[in-house]
């Protein structure tokens, strides 16, 4: 395998020997490039393909990585765990459902899902229930999931009525999931917890 078509820095991640490895970089700056040869030189150094994950954020991007990996390696590519991080931990959690709280038949929401959900509870709660209102306060739910703050302590951190009435929505929110035994994949991009 050449090496040489790569910059320092991308011919170091390839070459990195020692335990896992992140790589964070921009658009169009050889990633995909990366992983894939890196995976090849560790097929090559006696790693057993199917003890290799590579994870991506975009499916574009996964497939992408499947044909280069077997392109480089190939047969053996197949082994190769490539995925998006969502359908990795997706399948984490349809394996092992009870660790996160979930029952087996859990369900993952997608934006439109949530976004009906936010409505009909706002609504309920006698709260602005129209898209703009459902949309702002998704985002507000999942700049609290991205914190992992439980409705508990966005209650407590209330200082408005506004603010208490997100905290509302929120805890509401978190209930009616529970109660149907689902997380979403648009706020936060974080696995309920037990209890939450």
């Known amino acids: 395998m050449n090496l040489d078509a790569l910059n320092p820095a991308q011919r170091a991640a390839v070459e990195h020997a020692d335990g896992p490895l992140l790589i964070l970089a921009g658009a169009g700056s050889g990633k995909t490039r990366v992983i894939t040869t890196r995976i090849a030189n560790l097929i090559e150094q006696g790693a057993l393909p199917s003890s290799i994950l590579g994870l991506t954020f975009?499916?574009?991007?996964?497939?992408?990585?499947?044909?280069?990996?077997?392109?480089?390696?190939?047969?053996?590519?197949?082994?190769?765990?490539?995925?998006?991080?969502?359908?990795?931990?997706?399948?984490?959690?349809?394996?092992?459902?009870?660790?996160?709280?979930?029952s087996r038949s859990f369900t993952i929401y997608d934006p439109d899902d949530s976004m009906v959900l936010l409505r009909e509870l706002a609504e309920r709660l006698d709260q602005p229930h129209d898209a703009a209102a459902a949309r702002a306060q998704r985002a507000l739910i999942e700049g609290f999931k991205s914190k992992a703050l439980r409705p508990v302590e966005v209650h407590t951190n209330a200082r408005?009525?506004?603010?208490?009435?997100?905290?509302?929505?929120?805890?509401?929110?978190?209930?009616?999931?529970?109660?149907?035994?689902?997380?979403?994949?648009?706020?936060?991009?974080?696995?309920?917890?037990?209890?939450?």
């Open 58 to 102: 975009t499916n574009k991007a996964a497939r992408e990585m499947r044909s280069r990996a077997a392109a480089l390696v190939g047969p053996s590519a197949e082994h190769v765990t490539l995925s998006t991080f969502h359908s990795a931990c997706a399948r984490l959690l349809r394996r092992h459902p009870y660790i996160a709280g979930l």
């Open 160 to 196: 408005t009525d506004s603010e208490e009435a997100t905290a509302d929505l929120y805890e509401a929110y978190q209930a009616a999931l529970r109660a149907s035994s689902s997380t979403l994949r648009c706020c936060g991009r974080r696995l309920p917890r037990p209890g939450r």
